[in-house]
């Protein structure tokens, strides 16, 4: 049972770190260009240098929602992770990790929110570039969402005994 609680606890921590490393690097969509090698990001377009991300009019809001929604699963992914720890010295032998897995399943969904969304709106083209293909950070969004999934049906199941 020990080793079940470690292996969960890693792979939380993993998923915590996945989840600001997707949203805060610029890396969703990679395209190439004349000028080298273009990628976007929630926040930037980089190309040699980085500039502010501009959107249309129409896309902005939806922008902003993925944004919100990749932060709002960072925030319950950590405070799941605080409430496993504190309802593993504090919770009685035999009972279940309900919060925490009902946190996890509020951070599963925002992940998947906020991916559909960006997958929807921004994954047809890149600025500036001929070709473009998904970046690191789009699949490793993709993947927290999954392990949020299974992090947080464990916490469902899981008892301590």
Known sequence: MLVLLAGIF??????VIMLFVS????????GTSSLGTVSTGLWLLCNNTCEQLRVS???????????AFMILSIVFSVIALVMFIAQLFTLEKGKRFYMT??????????????VSIYTARFTSNVPLSTESHHGYCFILAWICFCFSFIISI???VLRKK
């Open 101 to 114: 897995g009902a946190i996890m399943l509020v951070c599963w969904l925002c992940i998947l929110i906020g």
């Open 23 to 30: 949203t805060i690097a610029n890396v969703w969509m990679v």
């Open 154 to 156: 464990l916490y469902l």
């Open 10 to 15: 890693v792979v939380h921590i993993a998923t």
């Open 57 to 67: 009019t129409s896309d902005e809001a939806s922008l902003k929602a993925v944004q």
